[in-house]
């Protein structure tokens, strides 16, 4: 005897958004913590924090996509800035474009990110000490460096994603460039997320 169908009319068939980080406790961590505050019952957001170059992240997107999901709406890579060169840079965006993948990026660090939570950045360049000394002072810990990747700290920044947004589109206003520090396009992850 065959059971009957428990479709119903109305209801949305799930989206599953992929996105790999290159590190594995800040990104991987901050991206598991959005995904809980979004709230999106018909959205699946599957966050891996890989720990390797960008490169081999888009081959990891490839892995994760055909074991996760058929449906895979999108995929990201996330990565930073870091000390990559512009042509490692261009390459992996030319990669990621004849892959389908959507890349996440920070210019020079992650933590740029996640201090938008906080404040508007206007200027620049800024360097990976001053944005741990700032980040410190937000979030009332001694020595960000240590204690990054603490749920905590990041559920602490998380919660301000709405601000980060209004904050990374304002600096997006004021230079649109990815190889000038600082730069973010992050908040286009969590607006595609959110619009789903």
């Not at 009957?4 to 599953?16: A, D, E, I, V």
Request: include cysteine; hydrophobic fraction near 35%; charge should be positive.
């Amino acid at each position: 005897m065959a059971y009957p169908s428990r479709k119903r009319k109305g209801l949305k068939t799930k989206k599953s958004v992929l996105i790999v980080c290159e590190g594995t406790h800040t990104e991987g961590g901050y991206f598991e913590k959005i995904r809980q505050l979004l709230r999106k019952p018909n959205v699946n957001v599957h966050v891996y924090g890989e720990g390797k170059s960008q490169m081999a992240l888009l081959d990891a997107v490839d892995g994760r996509a055909k074991t996760k999901s058929k449906e895979i709406t999108s995929a990201w890579v996330v990565f930073d800035k870091d000390n990559l060169a512009r042509e490692e840079i261009e390459k992996t965006y030319k990669f990621a474009t004849r892959r389908n993948v959507n890349i996440g990026f920070t210019n020079i660090c992650f933590e740029l990110w996640l201090l938008l939570h906080f404040e508007s950045i206007k200027g620049g360049p800024l360097d990976k000490n001053q944005l741990y000394r700032k980040l410190e002072r937000h979030l009332q810990t001694d020595n960000y460096e240590k204690s990054k990747g603490n749920w905590d700290l990041i559920e602490k920044v998380a919660v301000n994603f709405r601000t980060a947004v209004k904050h990374n589109k304002k600096l997006l206003k004021q230079q649109n460039d990815k190889f000038t520090n600082p730069f973010s396009n992050i908040h286009e992850i969590i607006e595609e997320i959110e619009s789903l």
